[in-house]
Nanobody, 121 residues
Framework: QVQLVESGGGLVQPGGSLRLSCATS????????IGWFRQAPGKDREGVSC????????NYADSVKGRFTISRDNAKNTVYLQMNSLKPEDTAVYYC??????????????WGQGTQVTVSS
């Protein structure tokens, strides 16, 4: 019954901001790294960001570094992705996923349904 539910997507103009939320249940978020991924139509899924279980370690794709910020509130079982200075190329379905351990890795076991982000004028 592991569940991850993304929300917060929508239509925004270039330069605007959105905050995505990943609400989790069915596992102990305290011990789990969470990653954000995105996939545009006809494109491969790409990693966007990841945060360790403690929140101390984070990483970002070069394309979003300096614009996106990942954070977590374990008490609320929620991970966030703050997206600023959005560009049209950020348009994609955004997914969150949980890894098997507390540190970010290439392996993610469970995925949410995704939330659409569209950046357009």
């Amino acid at each position: 019954q592991v569940q991850l539910v993304e929300s917060g997507g929508g239509l925004v103009q270039p330069g605007g901001s959105l905050r995505l939320s990943c609400a989790t249940s069915g596992f102990n978020l305290d011990y789990s790294a969470i990653g954000w991924f995105r996939q545009a139509p006809g494109k491969d899924r790409e990693g966007v960001s990841c945060i360790s279980s403690s929140g101390v370690n984070t990483n970002y794709a070069d394309s979003v570094k300096g614009r996106f910020t990942i954070s977590r509130d374990n008490a609320k079982n929620t991970v966030y992705l703050q997206m600023n200075s959005l560009k049209p190329e950020d348009t994609a379905v955004y997914y969150c996923a949980v890894g098997p351990g507390g540190e970010c890795s290439v392996y993610f076991d469970y995925w949410g349904q995704g939330t659409q982000v569209t950046v357009s004028s």
